[in-house]
């Protein structure tokens, strides 16, 4: 045992670390929060799930405004919009709940220190720069929590000097542009691609969407076409099945290569591009091979059922870490570590994490995909039921998209989800319920809904799997 006065350590303050401190301080121990940057909060607060959501409701209110209030009879002349006060309103609301967990740390007696962290051979952490730089660290249990970063593409496809987050971006630099693209070449039609797309379509940019696959990742097939056409519909231009082949700059614009698969190659021009082709683990220059901490091919933290690493005393937890790269993943994990160490029973229910794209319509899914029920082999029964269908959809001119449930064929247990619909990111906590106690189709319908309710689609997917939907 290291002489020292923690007894855990946690390097990195995304959602994943600064939760897993503030549970290991509640659980007793003397709990040190290490952060390269000053700001806590990590990717998700900083430049990830926060500062994104916020474009996307700005944006969102400026086309309600502009093309949404007309069929209630509502006019409000014409709509104008200010992008730097819509980015002050971000960066307040970044500052606000950075400021947040500035309190909690405190609240919780989690003592901080600001700097980039190293594991040496001896298991000490060593502090790369800041106040404490050069110090050496020991803590009874350390805590990773390192989190991730965009993943880039080879120099011979978007050469890194390229990437200078103006006119070739990722998701942090499409996130803090000072003015609206006249075109915006999105490189993914992921998570990312889609909601800062989204976002920057809504404000007045040409967005091309382009991807290798030929639906959208994670969707089944009917979710991804109906979700391709919503967007569709609301400007994004989408190029499926075609692979990039390069990216080219001069002053005036950016040249893009590409072939449609089955076709021959073509240029299209474009005045930005944002690169969003998934995200990598940061565990790179941390000293994790020294300290004998061992990473996957794919760079990730090789860690068991108890988040323990190949090195005693040293767990890893969320996005550096395998499994959905989500903030709520990353806080499950953080606890079920940290109640590990303190020697409770822990769970994370993997099955039951939604993932929730927050286009508009909003798109969430968990538990398996039919996609995936075909693969696993495993017999399913679908429920499906349309927004169109349900009356407080329609009130709200909010009638696109449907519910899918997916049943295990033997028992009706519910077992996946996809939604495409308004406010689906809060319906889908409604299966994950369901899905958490192992409910069934029947458990769903035999649970009153209040009416008028968007979440009546959900009880009549179930009801139509069952084979007695009384709405359609
Ligand atoms: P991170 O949040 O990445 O935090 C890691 C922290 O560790 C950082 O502060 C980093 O500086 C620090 N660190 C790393 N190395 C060191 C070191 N050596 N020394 C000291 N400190 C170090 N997820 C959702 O669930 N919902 C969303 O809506 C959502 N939106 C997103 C939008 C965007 C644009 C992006 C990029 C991501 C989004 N995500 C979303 C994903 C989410 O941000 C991540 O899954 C989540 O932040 C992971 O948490 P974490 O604690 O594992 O890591
Ligand atoms: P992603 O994994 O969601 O999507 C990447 C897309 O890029 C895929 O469709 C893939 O086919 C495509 N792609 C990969 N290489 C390509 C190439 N060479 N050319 C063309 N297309 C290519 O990754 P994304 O959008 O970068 O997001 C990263 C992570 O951040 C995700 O894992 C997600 O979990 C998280 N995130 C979550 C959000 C949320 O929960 N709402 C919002 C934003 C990000």
């Given at each position: 045992m290291p002489d020292t006065p923690y007894d855990l350590a946690v390097i990195g303050a995304g959602p994943g670390g600064y939760v897993a401190a503030i549970r290991a301080s509640q659980l007793g121990m003397r709990t040190l929060l290490i952060n390269k940057y000053e700001a806590l909060g990590g990717t998700c607060l900083n430049v990830g799930c926060i500062p994104s959501k916020a474009l996307l409701h700005s944006s969102h209110l400026y086309t309600q405004t502009r093309v949404g209030l007309g069929e209630h009879g509502i006019s409000t002349g014409k709509a104008t919009f200010d992008l730097q006060t819509m980015q002050k309103h971000k960066e307040k609301t970044v500052t606000a709940l950075t400021g947040g967990i500035d309190f909690l740390t405190k609240k919780n007696r989690i003592e901080v220190i600001t700097g980039s962290a190293r594991l040496d051979k001896a298991g000490a952490i060593r502090m790369l720069d800041g106040k404490k730089k050069g110090s050496a660290i020991n803590a009874r249990s350390i805590l990773l929590a390192l989190g991730s970063k965009p993943v880039l593409l080879p120099d011979a496809i978007v050469p890194s000097a390229l990437m200078d987050e103006r006119r070739v971006l990722t998701s942090t630099g499409a996130l803090d542009l000072p003015s609206v693209p006249k075109r915006l070449c999105v490189i993914g039609a992921g998570v990312i691609g889609l909601e800062l797309g989204s976002v920057w379509a809504r404000l007045g940019s040409e967005v091309i969407v382009l991807d290798r696959l030929d639906h959208l990742a994670g969707l089944d097939e009917d979710t991804s076409k109906a979700f391709q056409k919503t967007l569709e519909a609301q400007g994004l231009v989408f190029r499926l099945a075609t692979d990039l082949l390069s990216v080219a700059a001069n002053k005036e614009e950016i040249a893009i290569k590409v072939r449609p698969h089955g076709s021959k190659e073509e240029t299209f021009r474009t005045s930005h591009a944002l690169v969003a082709v998934g995200r990598k683990p940061a565990t790179q220059n941390c000293g994790l091979e020294d300290a004998g901490v061992q990473c996957d091919a794919q760079g990730f933290v090789a860690i068991d059922e108890h988040f323990r690493t190949t090195r005693e005393g040293v767990f890893a937890i969320g996005d550096?870490?395998?499994?959905?790269?989500l903030a709520h993943k990353a806080e499950e994990e953080g606890v079920a570590a940290v109640e590990a160490l303190a020697g409770h029973r822990t769970l994370v229910d993997y099955a039951t994490i939604a993932g929730v794209?927050?286009?508009?319509p909003e798109v969430a899914t968990v538990g398996l995909s039919e996609r995936e029920a075909k693969e696993q082999g495993v017999a399913y029964k679908i429920g499906k039921f349309p927004f169109s269908a349900n009356a407080r959809a329609r009130t709200s001119g909010t009638g696109e998209g449907f519910a899918k449930l997916l049943f295990d064929e033997r028992d009706m247990r519910l077992v996946g989800a996809q939604i495409l619909g308004a406010e689906a990111g809060t319906l889908v906590q409604e299966l994950v319920a369901i899905m958490a106690y192992r409910g069934t189709a029947e458990d769903i319908v035999q649970i009153c809904h209040p009416h008028p309710t968007l979440n009546e689609v959900l009880r009549e997917a179930a009801m139509q799997g069952l084979g007695r939907a009384i709405h359609i």
């Amino acid at each position: 045992m290291p002489d020292t006065p923690y007894d855990l350590a946690v390097i990195g303050a995304g959602p994943g670390g600064y939760v897993a401190a503030i549970r290991a301080s509640q659980l007793g121990m003397r709990t040190l929060l290490i952060n390269k940057y000053e700001a806590l909060g990590g990717t998700c607060l900083n430049v990830g799930c926060i500062p994104s959501k916020a474009l996307l409701h700005s944006s969102h209110l400026y086309t309600q405004t502009r093309v949404g209030l007309g069929e209630h009879g509502i006019s409000t002349g014409k709509a104008t919009f200010d992008l730097q006060t819509m980015q002050k309103h971000k960066e307040k609301t970044v500052t606000a709940l950075t400021g947040g967990i500035d309190f909690l740390t405190k609240k919780n007696r989690i003592e901080v220190i600001t700097g980039s962290a190293r594991l040496d051979k001896a298991g000490a952490i060593r502090m790369l720069d800041g106040k404490k730089k050069g110090s050496a660290i020991n803590a009874r249990s350390i805590l990773l929590a390192l989190g991730s970063k965009p993943v880039l593409l080879p120099d011979a496809i978007v050469p890194s000097a390229l990437m200078d987050e103006r006119r070739v971006l990722t998701s942090t630099g499409a996130l803090d542009l000072p003015s609206v693209p006249k075109r915006l070449c999105v490189i993914g039609a992921g998570v990312i691609g889609l909601e800062l797309g989204s976002v920057w379509a809504r404000l007045g940019s040409e967005v091309i969407v382009l991807d290798r696959l030929d639906h959208l990742a994670g969707l089944d097939e009917d979710t991804s076409k109906a979700f391709q056409k919503t967007l569709e519909a609301q400007g994004l231009v989408f190029r499926l099945a075609t692979d990039l082949l390069s990216v080219a700059a001069n002053k005036e614009e950016i040249a893009i290569k590409v072939r449609p698969h089955g076709s021959k190659e073509e240029t299209f021009r474009t005045s930005h591009a944002l690169v969003a082709v998934g995200r990598k683990p940061a565990t790179q220059n941390c000293g994790l091979e020294d300290a004998g901490v061992q990473c996957d091919a794919q760079g990730f933290v090789a860690i068991d059922e108890h988040f323990r690493t190949t090195r005693e005393g040293v767990f890893a937890i969320g996005d550096c870490v395998r499994g959905a790269m989500l903030a709520h993943k990353a806080e499950e994990e953080g606890v079920a570590a940290v109640e590990a160490l303190a020697g409770h029973r822990t769970l994370v229910d993997y099955a039951t994490i939604a993932g929730v794209i927050y286009t508009e319509p909003e798109v969430a899914t968990v538990g398996l995909s039919e996609r995936e029920a075909k693969e696993q082999g495993v017999a399913y029964k679908i429920g499906k039921f349309p927004f169109s269908a349900n009356a407080r959809a329609r009130t709200s001119g909010t009638g696109e998209g449907f519910a899918k449930l997916l049943f295990d064929e033997r028992d009706m247990r519910l077992v996946g989800a996809q939604i495409l619909g308004a406010e689906a990111g809060t319906l889908v906590q409604e299966l994950v319920a369901i899905m958490a106690y192992r409910g069934t189709a029947e458990d769903i319908v035999q649970i009153c809904h209040p009416h008028p309710t968007l979440n009546e689609v959900l009880r009549e997917a179930a009801m139509q799997g069952l084979g007695r939907a009384i709405h359609i």
